[in-house]
């Protein structure tokens, strides 16, 4: 049985039962290092660092009286942890808070973050947020490539269309055409890119067909971003790379992972897509 096949068995790949009461053992870690031992490569010692920013729209629970409190939240998961966590399985363990009564905000929070590092194999920190605070809108910083002539002949990921020239430049781009798939149930993940490098000029025609070739690709968000960023350092050869995914949310979820070669953490904007 394949990977994919046996998270078919997960809660993704199965009809779903709500439960409102809060449940811990409704997390669904998933190993990282799965795809790249299939490739007989070692995770570790991949030349990346970094972390999946994930942010929740739908988060309540009751108070001690039992009334509903409404909070968004931002979890951070290091790249380095030894697990994933498959996102519906998230999303049922968000909504088991729903008609759990807490005695303080600070005790979920201390749940949260205890449940989350526990599954992922990290310290995982959450932020709770107000739902009245203003929204922070953002972008992606960079020169988006994506109104550039090309001809697209492949929809699966082709590592060929990347070169580099000689002239050495830092540069950031940014690509609004990312799109993959959910591994599992074939659900579209649609995403933005933002690509900042120091190194050989990249071709921004070929980087743009090979950021379209991911259109059909089947694989987690982690996955695909962790694809992307090797394929550019293996054949673009950059001195310096950093790579960053922000998905559109589904099902009260957005995830955004973000792979570097330096040691540095990307903020948190939401787009206008988001």
């Known amino acids: 049985m394949s990977e994919h096949e046996s998270i078919k068995q997960s809660p993704l790949g199965q009809g779903t039962r709500y439960v409102n009461r809060y449940d811990p053992t409704l997390l669904y870690p998933i190993a990282r290092d799965v795809n790249w031992q299939a490739r007989g490569v070692d995770r570790t ?29 931002e979890f951070r998961i290091p790249a380095s942890s030894s697990h994933i966590i498959e996102s519906k399985s998230f999303k049922l363990y968000l909504n088991s808070y729903n008609l759990t009564r807490f005695g303080s905000e600070s005790e979920v929070q201390s749940h ?31 020169r988006c490539i994506d109104d550039l002539e090309i001809d697209v002949e492949h929809y699966t990921p082709e590592p060929n269309l990347l070169i580099a020239g000689n002239e050495v430049v830092g540069e950031t781009l940014v690509s609004h055409l990312l799109k993959s798939n959910c591994p599992v149930t ?10 900042r490098y120091k190194g050989g000029k990249i071709d921004r025609k070929g980087l743009l067909a090979y950021i379209v070739s991911y259109r059909e690709h089947g694989d987690f968000h982690e996955q695909c971003v962790e694809n992307i960023f090797m394929d550019i ?42």
């Open 186 to 195: 074939g659900q579209p993940d649609w995403g933005s890119l933002q690509i």
């Open 112 to 142: 949260l973050r205890q449940d989350l590092s526990q599954a992922a194999g990290a310290d995982v920190s959450v932020k709770l947020f107000r739902p009245d605070l203003p929204v922070q809108g953002g972008q992606l910083e960079g």
């Open 45 to 73: 010692t991949l030349p990346f660092r970094g972390v999946d920013i994930w942010n929740a729209y739908e988060l309540s629970w009751l108070d001690s009286r039992g009334k509903p409190v409404v909070r968004l939240a």
């Open 233 to 274: 350092w293996q054949r673009c050869r950059p001195q310096k790379l950093s790579v960053y995914a922000r998905y559109v949310r589904r099902g009260g979820l957005d995830i955004n992972p973000y792979r570097t070669s330096i040691s540095d953490e990307p903020g948190n904007p939401r787009l206008a897509r988001q």
